[in-house]
């Protein structure tokens, strides 16, 4: 490649790379930003007083903290493997030839891609049907299964999984379980990955459940609690007659920078994790597509 | 594959919506009904509020109390604040069962009319007979939709004021006359003085120049009743040369400079305890100024914009209802007429445990421990009657009489009772709202110039539809009011 090209690209490239993660050095600096400053200035690049109180102020609330920290790492390491193995049991299933009934089975995860239940009858079978109200269950189940991860699948499988493979596996009398966990599995690693990263971030990031079904302070994880708070906030502003009044309750809730700093601890773990993931998830976007 | 997503994305939105509204019938089950038997019947109440650590350890007492009294327990559960208006939404309309709701505004006409809570007429007369001795009658008056009260409110000021609250240190430090202030248009001698001699301050905390009428749904929306003449008739606020007048001013302020540039899009909440402001506009209740200068921590001092007046809004505020699906109506009754009307109950559920949560001293009043503001901070206007409450040790002595003259010196809106239906004119509401969100905020905060922008607001209203609104509001109106006399 003519160097001069190279060097456009690399500097089209870093300035892109500079837009993404601009708004993150932002968000890194105004939680460093002393609260007084950021009310009489506004949000500022280099802010006239640092502080670190925001940080402090979180530590104060350490115990809610660590205790949504721990949910949030429950319901992503659980609910990643509980997600990981049905989708690919499904798909798995539903992409092999000899099982009579997958076109139907295709068409059932397909059609809820379509027609989803609504809000209402979605809470109404969690909360009444299923009883999981308050409970870690309701955080991970509504999640586990994905139509769309589950076609993603079917289609890896069918592309990587060569039928012949698992009629040698067959002859050679492997049972099917172990012809999925010890051949099918090891084959479609690049696959499994995309679908974990995928829903190891929908849990991390998931708030929208906790929202609806827990009540309970102990079981909100760390992007609800970051939601609370962005939301108590907002009600103060609309309902500045009731904030006046009760003053006392709203002193403890965080303002600015303290929300700022909410969002680095609770960005920072996946921010960390997504390098790890990113060979695979690479791999699995490529292999997918040239494979026979 | 990107046309393809979205359209799934779009049908299944579609699905949810139609699903969603289909879905907000009631479930009416009053068949199996607890405490028959002698067993205590539990009470579940859902009320606005973050959740508190030590609610299950109050609670503990408070069902001692009850069981005894009412044969009846209380599971109370709180919602967060901000959680609140979705959540509670979403339980209502699945038909979720519980017994008592906190509600407000527009929401409590809302579900009531859809049926979501019980009409409590019947109970108010038989379980309900000491409750309604205590409230206020307007609170009950007021809250009538349809003819009928769905819902407790709580008893405290019945009445809104709203104030022009101002920065005392700047006042004395330039010798204001606080008594002259009557209007927006008095406040600029004060305005000029601050701007011209204290840089670090904006001398008008953004606020939207007050607009006295009797908004049928908000200050936002262009329909009122006006407070003076012709009282029977809606017209548009926004269309009158009072609007054209407090505008203008607004205009000149901020040509001056006396608002933050970006007063009409801002979400600045202008936090009492930073102190860069001069003056703002808030709502009033009687010894407002000593409660904002206790979490300020300096003084201010408030002018009244107007005469305390009872309006829909003032008398929804804090509403606490019963539920369309309570297995146990007459129960939760019981239970609400106990809590607005014994002491012991309202303050321990409002203040916690004695000697736990605050101590009392010997001429009856009290005060906090730590205890209460870290693990039992509950909001008192939320829950019910607040003249039989504890007052604090700073509070003054006369306070509850005091918010007693408050309410018997307010004067009655015209439309107060009047809950319009809105369902006839939707799609109109609908985009008068868009184009009220567009203009209102630019004209209140002074940021554009009326004289060009107010008749182009009404323009685009009339183009909008607001005359048929506004007849169907006159409309309703008139029927309610015939049906009153």
Redesign the interface.
Known sequence: MHPAVNAIISVLLGIFTLVCIFPFIYVVIISFTSEESIVRNGFELIPKEWSIDAYSYLWSMKEQLFQSYGVTLIITIVGTVISVLMISFYSYAISRPQFKYRRFFTFLAFFTMLFSGGLVPTYIVVTQFLELKNTIWALILPLAMNAFYIIIMRTFFLKSVSESILESARIDGASEWRIFFQIVFPLSLPGLATIALFSTLGYWNDWFTALLYIDEPSLVPLQSLLMKIEANLEFMRQNVDVSLMQQSLFDTIPQESAKMAMVVIATLPIAVSYPFFQKYFISGLTIGGVKE | MMKKKLG?IL??VL??????SA??SKDSSTSEKGGKNGEPYEIKWYTI???Q?DTEKVFAEVNKYTKEKINATVKM????????A??SQ??I????PFDIIFTNGTDYVQNAQKGAFLAIDDLLENEGKALKEVINPDFLEGNKVDGKLYGIPANKEVARQDVYTFNKRLVDKYNFDLSKVKTLQDLEPMLKTIKENES?VTPIATFKAPLRFDYVFNNEMPFAFPFEGDTDTVINPFDTDAAMTQFETMHKYYKAGYLKEDAATS???W??D?E?WFVRI??S?PY?DL??S??AKYEVVSVPVEQPTIVNDSVS?SIQAISATSKNPEKAMEFLTLLNTDPYLRNLVDKGIEDVHYKKNEDGTIEDLPAR?ESY?M???SLGNHFILNLYKEDPKDKWEKFKEFNASAVKAPSLGFKFNSDPVRSELASITNISKEFYPALATGSVDPEEYLPKFNEKLKEAGVEKVLKEIQKQHDEWKSSKE
């Open positions: 799934i049908a299944s699905a949810a919506g139609t699903l969603l879905c907000s509020g973050t959740p650590k559960t709180q919602i967060d604040w901000g959680d609140w979705q959540k979403v339980m309309n699945s038909g979720e670090g979400k600045d909440s936090p009492m930073v860069n808030g709502g209740q407002a409660l904002w206790r979490s505020g503001i901070n909001p008192s206007y």
